[in-house]
Structure formats: structure tokens, C-alpha cells
């Protein structure tokens, strides 16, 4: 082999190296994302109320909708099947009369603009179109549990990754005073950020149907878009939070969270299982958020900040180990704010996040894996959504990830930058019924990012990765 060759192969190697690890570290992988728990049947059947009593449109809370999580998810308006008090005064048994349970299905079909090389065939190309029916499927167990006990438990079929397992699940006990001045509670839960009441957190977004892309649908080459490190951590960790809510206006709230990885080969975390989230975060990790809102008539704004420090054990290297092992550093720090309108014949709402995340690289990981000490990232996430009578409207999001150069990292000229805008049309005969025509278009797709540059298509470019998307979304 020549000396041009082995150097091509070389290269090769470490860009799906690079790719791999940004696919595993936390880029923003659509494979990686959970689907937030909707306006679940079980909630609705609970309350006696209509579902968009909490929701302009599903996932996105109404100013009442984020009072009812709050709260716990204990609203009834139905009374409780068995019921027992202590000498007291204080509930020693509260069963509802309903098992809270319910169904959310999502299938699509799409199709991308340039069909992507075969995956193992140089010069062969795939199929340019994808149909997942289901795309996923969950069962949901959600609603009261006691007077001050609620939460949801979801179990969630994944067709890229062929797989059945938990998904997101929360447990919440919520108080309040009796003027309801203040609000308080603890709750633990596996998806960091997803315990947020205000859509505009990357773990409960607004924009919530899982668009079909070479990422998501299997994944290419270890392709992946980057992203914060935090957005891939939603069922890698699992801890509790505290929080207090205040004239229904400011929120606080404070989490920890410990590694979980389900899957694992043995009862504690170490070398033979340390791939199985892409490595594994070191001790607690903690989680904060802040919030203030201001509701007048039809109109609600918020505006809001929140952060996380992890430190992680990348599974980058044969033999690596827990403890002692490479340590990465993570700080993402995001303000984020939102307006809604809640009309009776219209809705309309603006959500927007920035997100600066600092990665410091453990030393013994530079520059084999890393070419840089320090590398940062900035994200902004921006989404617009109309709808008319709850019946017909769509979106309008934007996405634009910059940082710094890492060539060892990213590939290619280092770049991590990527840019795409989705665009969406929705029908929901009934609410909890919906279809919906989405367009996905790339402006930037750099280095490890694209899978036509990992497959080495001819001239490759970022709208090569533009998605059609056609899907149905129900639960009942």
C-alpha cells in the first residue's frame, strides 16, 4: 500500500472516529431525542377537562397546563375509589376510580432530496425514501397517584433502533399554601430539562414530531449533528429536582443527576459496560432552572434561564475505565424566553433558546482525540407556530449551531457548525389526531456531520440532506 493510500486511510479512520464521537457525546442526534409526554388520554379522563384546557396544540402548555404539572398532575374532578384518613385528618389511601392509561402513535413516511450512498457498497446508492409505521409507539401510565403524588411512566417502541424500553418517566409531589401563593414540590425524573413547564427547553419542545432524517432513521456512518452535550443525556441519567413557584409568576428549580444507564451488563457502572451510553457521567451532575411569567388576558410571556455542569468519561479508547479514567467537562448555560396567545378561534406563540456550552478536554485526550484544550459551542433554537381553531396551522423553526474549530474532533476543517429550518403544515380533524407535512431544509452540514462526506459522495452539500416528511401523530 502506498504512503498515500495508508495516510487516506488513515484519515478515514479518525473522521468516523470523530463522527462516532459526536454521534455518542451528545450532538443532537434526532435518534437521541425522547418524544415529551403529549396531552396524554389519561390526563383528560383525570380532570374532566378538554385537552386544550392545558394545550395551545400538543406538547405546548397553556398558562393552565403549566399550573397542572406544577401541581403534580393531581387536578380531579372525579372522586377517588378508595379512600382512608388516619386519626389526623391525612390520607393514608387515595385510588382513583380510572387506570390512567393511554396509547401515542407516530408513523411517517419521507423522503430525501438526493438518495445517500450505500452504506456498505461504494458506488451503490440506497433507497431515497424511508416508511416507519410506527415510526414509535408508547404506552403511557400518567395522572394523581395520592391527593399530592402524581407523574407519568413511559414505555416507548423505537423502529430506527428496533428497540422497546423506558422512555420518560417523572414521579412529582406537589403543596401549596392555602392563599396558593406559593407552590412547591420534589420530583424525580430520567431526562434532564424535561420536568420544565415552558416549551422552549430542548427536552419539551415545542416543535415535538421526530422528523425523519439520515440521522434518525437508523443513523449513517455516525453521522450526527452537533448540539449541546446535556440534549443527549435523557434516559443516561436519571436524579430529583426541588422546586418552588411563586404567584404564578417565578419559578426556581434545582436537580442533580447521577448516571442510569439501563442495558448494562452488571450492577455498577465500570469498563465492560461503559459504551452503552458513549460513557458515562461522572458522579452528580447539577441541573438548574429559573423562570418568570406574566399572564394578561389571552396573552402569556416568559422569559427564563438554565444550565447544567456534567463531567463524563468518553468511551473513546479500548480499555478505557470509570475510575481513574479521561474526564471531559461540560458547562451549557441557556436563556430562553416565550410569548403565547390563546385566542378563542387562534393561537399563536414564539419560543426561542441560546445555549453556550464550554467543553474542557481531559488532557490525556489531547490532541489524539481532541485537537483543542477547550472548545465551545452556541445553539439557537427559534420556533413560530399558528394554528386556527386548534384545527389547522403549522410552524416555522430554526436552528444554528457555531463553535470552535476541532479538526481532530469535528473532521474536515474542524467546523461544527450546522443550520437547517424546518417547515410544517398540521390538520387535526379531532385534537388528539394529527397530520402533518413537514420540509427539512439544511444550510450547513459540516465535517463528521454529513453522511455524504463520511460516504464520500460525489460533490457533496448540505441541502443533500433536505427531508420530506409526511406523519400521523394520535394517542388515546
Not at 372525579?78 to 382512608?84: A, E, S
Not at 443527549?232 to 430529583?240: K, M, R, S, T, W
Not at 476541532?406 to 450546522?418: E, L, R
Amino acid at each position: 500500500m502506498s504512503h498515500a493510500s495508508s495516510a487516506h486511510v488513515r484519515a478515514m479512520r479518525l473522521l468516523r472516529l470523530g463522527a462516532w464521537a459526536t454521534f455518542l457525546l451528545g450532538g443532537s442526534a434526532l435518534l437521541l431525542v425522547s418524544t415529551p409526554a403529549h396531552a396524554v388520554p389519561p390526563f383528560a379522563r383525570q380532570t374532566g377537562l378538554a385537552c386544550e384546557a392545558c394545550h395551545t396544540v400538543p406538547p405546548e402548555l397553556t398558562p393552565f397546563g403549566r399550573r397542572f404539572k406544577l401541581n403534580g398532575y393531581t387536578l380531579t374532578t372525579r372522586p377517588p375509589l378508595v379512600q382512608d384518613v388516619d386519626d389526623y385528618k391525612r390520607n393514608t389511601v387515595w385510588l382513583t376510580d380510572l387506570p390512567g392509561l393511554g396509547i401515542l402513535l407516530q408513523a411517517s413516511y419521507n423522503h430525501y432530496d438526493r438518495a445517500p450512498p450505500d452504506s456498505q457498497v461504494p458506488g451503490a446508492t440506497a433507497q431515497s425514501e424511508n416508511l416507519q409505521f410506527p415510526q414509535q409507539w408508547s404506552i403511557i401510565g400518567a395522572g394523581a397517584i395520592t391527593d399530592h403524588v402524581g407523574g407519568f411512566l413511559q414505555m416507548t417502541y423505537s423502529q430506527p433502533g428496533g428497540t422497546f424500553g423506558v422512555d420518560n418517566t417523572e414521579i412529582r409531589y406537589s403543596d401549596h399554601t392555602d392563599n396558593n401563593d406559593w407552590v412547591w414540590g420534589l420530583l424525580a425524573n430520567n431526562n434532564p430539562g424535561n420536568q420544565d413547564v415552558w416549551n422552549s427547553v430542548a427536552a419539551y419542545p415545542t416543535l415535538d414530531f421526530s422528523n425523519q432524517s439520515l440521522w434518525s432513521s437508523g443513523g449513517i456512518a455516525g453521522a450526527a449533528l452537533s448540539g449541546p452535550f446535556f440534549e443527549g443525556l435523557g434516559q443516561l441519567v436519571a436524579g430529583p429536582t426541588a422546586y418552588v413557584w411563586y404567584k404564578d409568576s417565578f419559578y426556581l428549580g434545582l436537580s442533580e443527576y447521577h448516571a442510569a444507564v439501563s442495558g448494562s451488563v452488571s450492577t455498577t457502572l465500570d469498563s465492560s459496560n461503559l459504551a452503552v451510553g458513549g460513557g458515562v457521567v461522572q458522579n452528580w451532575a447539577p441541573y438548574w432552572r429559573a423562570a418568570y411569567e406574566h399572564d394578561w388576558g389571552y396573552n402569556a410571556i416568559s422569559v427564563g434561564t438554565s444550565g447544567m455542569y456534567t463531567k463524563f468519561t468518553p468511551s473513546l479508547i479500548a480499555g478505557q475505565t470509570v475510575d481513574p479514567g479521561f474526564i471531559n467537562r461540560y458547562l451549557d448555560v441557556s436563556v430562553d424566553g416565550q410569548y403565547q396567545y390563546n385566542g378563542q378561534h387562534y393561537n399563536v406563540s414564539f419560543l426561542a433558546r441560546y445555549t453556550h456550552e464550554t467543553q474542557e478536554n481531559d488532557p490525556g485526550l489531547v490532541p489524539t482525540f481532541f485537537s483543542n484544550s477547550v472548545d465551545h459551542l452556541n445553539a439557537l433554537n427559534v420556533t413560530a407556530t399558528y394554528y386556527y381553531n386548534r384545527h389547522y396551522g403549522g410552524l416555522i423553526n430554526f436552528n444554528r449551531t457555531t463553535g470552535t474549530s476541532d479538526s481532530t474532533f469535528y473532521g474536515g476543517n474542524g467546523s461544527p457548525g450546522n443550520q437547517y429550518e424546518v417547515f410544517e403544515l398540521d390538520w387535526l380533524p379531532w385534537f388528539n389526531f394529527r397530520f402533518m407535512l413537514q420540509y427539512n431544509v439544511y444550510q450547513v452540514v459540516n465535517n463528521n456531520q454529513n453522511p455524504f462526506i463520511l460516504l464520500q459522495a460525489s460533490h457533496p452539500k448540505a441541502s443533500d440532506n433536505n427531508t420530506w416528511d409526511l406523519g400521523l401523530w394520535m394517542d388515546f
